[in-house]
């Protein structure tokens, strides 16, 4: 598949904006973050700052952009309209939980809206995996590891930010690191496990079964439908050389996960280093969406010339 870069930039800034809201839910009633309202409240600005950045970025890759508001009317069938909803959804108690931490509330009535925003965070996301993972015509997003990786990745990414900010404001829960790191390294072991499992899979059809001739016998394109390129062959057939695929990876693993976990483990005896956690995973978090779209192989591209 085509890798659109609206849409790389919308999946990795608006994950990692849903997982530090759904740290600030949980961890602020628990009183595990810099005391005072004006830690929270930055940390949520920040998190609504890429939410937003993010959704509105998924509107460049739409024709008419002006009607990315009929989406949400067919949350019936479509993880796409649900994701839309769920994401306008997740407003409400974000801003009701700013407005109690502002207000210096008590915990209790801070804790109830907290823990409806990670809620609805945590649901968008998964509601975002599954606009992938519910495509049977595409076998590297049709897979149980796909909503795993999605939740992981924005969790961790979420913790790298809040651990950031802790080291830069200072005070709270000196364990902000070690929580990154075990949540980074959640999300290595997640990630691994789906490239070996789509390496490891089988395609799921060829010219014959797509056809439905295979049953005679052994079937081969003759000739190909088009003479030129034209846009199903750009979108949906966009194909990365293994080698190169294989090089991505490399860099994915060492700066999404390694480097940040090593800096992760260093903070909890310094916190100012999670600051340097961010930049690399940012790079790192860019490549792996990047080759999620361009490993993704279409089925419709039998027709095309692709044996399997």
Not at 25 to 54: E, K, R, S, Y
Not at 101 to 125: C, F, K, N
């Amino acid at each position: 598949m085509h890798p659109a870069y609206s849409v790389i930039f919308f999946t990795t800034a608006s994950g990692a904006g849903y997982g530090l809201l759904a740290l600030l839910g949980i961890l602020n009633p628990m009183g595990l973050l810099p005391p005072g309202p004006w830690f929270t409240l930055t940390a949520l600005a920040l998190a609504l700052a890429l939410i937003t950045g993010g959704l509105l970025s998924s509107t460049l890759h739409l024709t008419h952009p002006e009607r990315a508001w009929r989406a949400v009317s067919q949350w019936r069938s479509s993880w796409l309209s649900r994701e839309g909803v769920l994401a306008l959804a997740a407003y409400v108690p974000a801003g009701l939980f700013g407005l109690a931490v502002l207000l210096e509330a008590p915990r209790a009535l801070v804790a109830v809206p907290g823990i409806a925003s990670a809620l609805l965070a945590l649901v968008t996301v998964y509601a975002t995996s599954m606009i992938y993972a519910s495509l049977r015509a595409i076998r590297q997003w049709h897979n149980r590891w796909v909503p795993a990786v999605y939740l992981a990745l924005a969790l961790m990414t979420g913790a790298l930010l809040l651990a950031a900010l802790q080291g830069l404001w200072g005070g709270g829960w000196r364990g902000l690191g070690g929580l990154a790191a075990v949540l980074m390294a959640a999300g290595w072991l997640v990630k691994a496990a789906y490239w070996r499992a789509i390496d490891a899979q089988a395609p799921g059809h060829g010219v014959g079964s797509a056809t439905g001739l295979d049953r005679l016998g052994p079937v081969h394109l003759l000739e190909k439908p088009h003479t030129e390129e034209n846009f199903l062959m750009r979108e949906l057939g966009y194909q990365v050389a293994r080698t190169h695929a294989a090089k991505l990876r490399r860099i994915a693993h060492a700066a999404l996960f390694a480097l940040p976990l090593l800096l992760s483990l260093a903070a909890l005896a310094l916190p100012v280093l999670a600051v340097l956690a961010v930049p690399s995973a940012a790079v790192g978090v860019l490549v792996e969406r990047w080759l999620f779209f361009a490993e993704a192989r279409h089925t419709a591209m039998l027709y095309y010339g692709a044996a399997a």
